[in-house]
């Protein structure tokens, strides 16, 4: 065996870096890594600097996934449009999970361009599989949104989907971080193409936009993503907590048990994302809704506003009341929204995703909440005008002030610890009126 310095790749590899110029940063032509990226088979693209203040919020989770980043390439793969406007729930799905795959394959071809000149690139992936073990946190790598607004590729609309200028929402979006730089970078495009014409507010099933612009997350997330994270381990709990099969069909039927076996053994079916097919923003797709808007409407909207269907809502939320008054032909059911946090930080930081508007109405409060114990912290949460503020620290004078035990706390918003106990034990200390402490938990049922 020859030694360590006499083995052939390391020979190799020292003749060759002998033999080239000493490192010099890499700088990349920008038209000639667009022509790259669609020759991949992108359908646009445009290029973000890792010290954008837009994606400054990401910067450090990027960094740790891959230290190297100089920039990072956002592209944008069209969908077929059509297949997403059914009210066919499989056709909708198939179209996402191809057009995500193909967004994967685009961009792992164009990594595999550049390595061969010395370019190194991630792929963080345009969709699942994702970073489950920090899961209920945040468990995506990049959040692909607000780079490929940075880049040029389009503008949250208000069903807070990116709209491309030319193709619309009908897109799937994918980000590459690259340890190169690039000769010109892109920004954002100077208008939104968001119509706001709130078909996407009359065809969400759940209520989840706002014709004033609001998002309930926990709404969409609730029903969209039924077969996703959160609600798969609800559905596990509930076989878990079935005495035997006739119970548990009681609680689930076939068709649920089937449709789940279906995302487990294919891949996850959204459930709705009728938002994105109602959407008619784009130059290449507002043609019809401009040509004929009442046809437009009866062709694409009302389908799916007529389509039978279970929708599936959390107990005391807004998309309970919401879904028989707008829609009675669809059939609601009650279920966990499976969302437990698992710290303090992300106990705060899923207050206003979870928060209920309609019924926090009239409620007009602030709290103070001490955490001791394992994860000592201090916030602040105010309520008012059907709104919620959390800020770190104490601020204002308090409604109601609750200390806790951190650990004690989490297994009480989990129920699987009684606040009557608590309190007896000192473990949760309030003062102020206990009538507020209800009042919060139901502005944010889980």
Known sequence: MPSFDQHPTVVRWREKMNAQLPDQPVLL???VLRSLCLDAGADDVGFVEIDRPAIADQRAEILAAFPPTKMLISFVCRM???????????????EFHANYDHANEVARRI?????PIGIRGLVPGASFPMEMDKFPGKVWVVSHKPVAIAAGLGHMGIHRLVIHPKFGNFIALGTILLDANVNEYTYPIDYNPCLECKLCVSACPVGAIGADGHFNFSACYTHNYREFMSGFTDWVQTIADSKNAKDYRQKVND???AS??????????????????????????????????????????????????????VPGSDAERYVPR???????????????????????????LLFQRDRAEGLNATYHFTFTGAEPSQATVIIQNKTVQVQPGLVGNANLSVVADSKTWLRFIAKEQNLIWALLLRKIRIQGSPRLLQAFGRCFPA
């Open 326 to 352: 707008r829609f009675p032909n669809k059939k609601i059911k009650r279920i966990s929204s499976g969302i437990r946090p698992a710290s303090i930080r992300g106990f705060l930081f899923g207050l206003s």
């Open 111 to 115: 990594v595999k361009a550049l390595e």
């Open 80 to 94: 077929n449009r059509e297949n997403i406007r059914t009210p066919v729930r499989s056709a909708a799905n198939m």
């Open 255 to 257: 068709s649920e048990s």
């Open 29 to 31: 032509n920008a038209d």
């Open 260 to 313: 789940m076996w279906q995302s487990l053994s294919f891949k996850a079916s959204y459930k709705a994302a009728y938002c994105m097919a109602a959407c008619p923003a784009g130059e290449d797709v507002i043609g019809p809704f401009l040509s004929n808007r009442k046809a437009y409407v009866q062709e694409v909207v009302k389908p799916l506003q007529d389509k039978v269907e279970t929708i599936y809502v």
